[in-house]
């Protein structure tokens, strides 16, 4: 969650037509989560809302995972 944080900020302040060696790993971090949603949810003019939903479902699925573990062991 923190990395796809980080890119939103990024994509707010800097520069990415000269992108850094920092800015193309946290890139190719998030990519593949924010990917999928993206395909999903178009964007609205210049807003992109595919990290929001991103990290929404991360949250719900870390504070639902206790909850998964204790059905799979008590089963």
Do not use: C, H, K, Y
């Not at 520069?15 to 946290?26: F, G, I, K, M, W």
């Amino acid at each position: 969650m923190m990395a796809i944080f980080v890119r939103v900020l990024l994509t707010w302040v800097a520069d990415l037509t000269s992108p850094t060696r920092s800015s193309e790993v946290l890139f190719d971090v998030t990519e593949p989560v924010l990917a999928p949603f993206r395909r999903v949810i178009p964007r609205i003019g210049m807003f992109d809302l595919s990290p929001i939903a991103a990290m929404l479902i991360i949250q719900l699925i870390l504070q639902n995972l206790p909850q998964i573990f204790r059905g799979l062991n008590a089963g």
